[in-house]
């Protein structure tokens, strides 16, 4: 089997030597990998990807290894694993997976010397306290997952000098209980919401904050360095209003406020293509800078709607105010305006 380049193994257990693996193979698929280390025996030289999920690895390798092909590392739900091993002789390592690495506790410092690296995936590590130190080395990286990094303490104020930066996603982590550390500034570490917007990289186009319990006084007044962003996501916070900071970011795409219940009005929006509002059962009214700024789609409430305007579309008013006069012009009277939104207007506001 010396042609073998592509090997898929699944919940085995192996016996003979580690040795006896093909040593041209190209990609290897182990799930349920049983040991607890990768072993300096395994020729896994002309390898480009690794997958070992759900492994029972607890440290990826003792010392350094030798993988001068690899590309792709994917140890996505490994729940005992706790140290990742040195990369020093991973050199073209792109894609590194720690999904749900729940045990996770030390990534390797070496990681920041990874030139190729471009993404790097460490959603559910609940274990990890503090990123790597050198991680803001990382020349080439556009993607960083820590969503859901729920004990994470400490963000490096170096972020922001991330020149490729695209993608940052930190879904779950409590904004303002985080310490911002720097190398440079002896005033560090500050426990400051304002200090994490000020370590965002002017490179961003997507910045995904659900879940990091957000209130109004969280968010700087203007859009910081964010100019290249096209989309936020900013659902299940408890914010009651449009952060100032949104109105300046004059390339956004796309508004994500999905289950924000606290949220009342959205005024004055910039352009977006898309605006999520489902479940944000308080809101009563939306507005625009111009009518050029009503989105291509809107995705609303179906249940228990406060809602009575969005500008330039529909605007409800006690039937006491309405004039007559307009109400016999009205042709379309029995279009409800209401089933195209997907809503319910709540019968209590129709006086």
């Not at 990742?84 to 073209?92: A, H, K, R, T």
């Not at 949220?263 to 944000?280: A, I, M, N, Q």
Request: hydrophobic content about 40%; overall charge neutral; proline content about 5%.
């Amino acid at each position: 089997m010396h042609k073998l380049r592509l090997l898929q193994l699944g919940y085995v257990q192996l016996t003979g030597s580690c040795e006896e693996l093909p040593k041209g193979l190209k990609w290897l698929c182990w799930l349920q990998f049983p040991l607890d280390s990768i072993l300096i025996s395994f020729p896994l030289e002309s390898l480009v990807v690794l997958e070992m999920s759900c492994s029972s690895l607890r440290k990826l390798w003792w010392g350094t290894k030798h993988l001068p092909s690899l590309k792709i590392l994917d140890l996505r739900h490994s729940h005992d694993l706790i140290k990742s091993g040195d990369f020093s002789l991973v050199p073209n390592l792109e894609r590194l997976i720690f999904e749900d690495c729940s045990s996770l506790v030390d990534v390797h410092e070496s990681v920041g010397n990874l030139e190729k690296l471009v993404y790097l995936n460490m959603r559910d590590c609940k274990s990890i306290v503090k990123l790597p130190k050198n991680i803001c080395m990382l020349k080439v990286l556009e993607t960083l997952i820590i969503s859901g990094c729920s004990n994470l303490y400490e963000f490096p104020m170096e972020v922001g000098k991330m020149k490729y930066l695209k993608v940052l996603e930190a879904d779950g982590i409590s904004l303002n209980l985080l310490v911002t550390t720097s190398g440079e500034a002896k005033s560090w570490p500050r426990k400051s919401v304002d200090n994490f917007w000020a370590c965002l990289s002017c490179t961003l186009v997507h910045l995904s904050l659900p879940h990091c319990n957000l209130s109004d006084d969280c968010f700087p007044s203007d859009a910081v360095n964010l100019y290249s962003l096209k989309s936020l996501d900013l659902s299940n916070n408890p914010i009651c209003s449009l952060p100032d900071f949104v109105r300046g970011l004059k390339g956004l795409n796309s508004m994500l406020l999905w289950g924000c219940r606290d949220l009342k009005s959205l005024v004055r929006l910039p352009r977006v293509r898309t605006l999520d509002v489902h479940l944000c059962e308080s809101l009563e009214s939306v507005t625009f800078q111009s009518i050029s700024c009503i989105p291509e789609s809107i995705g609303l409430i179906a249940y228990k709607s406060q809602l009575v305007e969005i500008e330039y579309w529909f605007k409800l008013e006690a039937i006491e105010k309405v004039d007559l006069e307009m109400i016999k012009l009205c042709v379309c009277a029995t279009w409800n305006p209401w089933n195209a939104f997907g809503c319910t207007p709540h019968i209590t506001t129709l006086k």
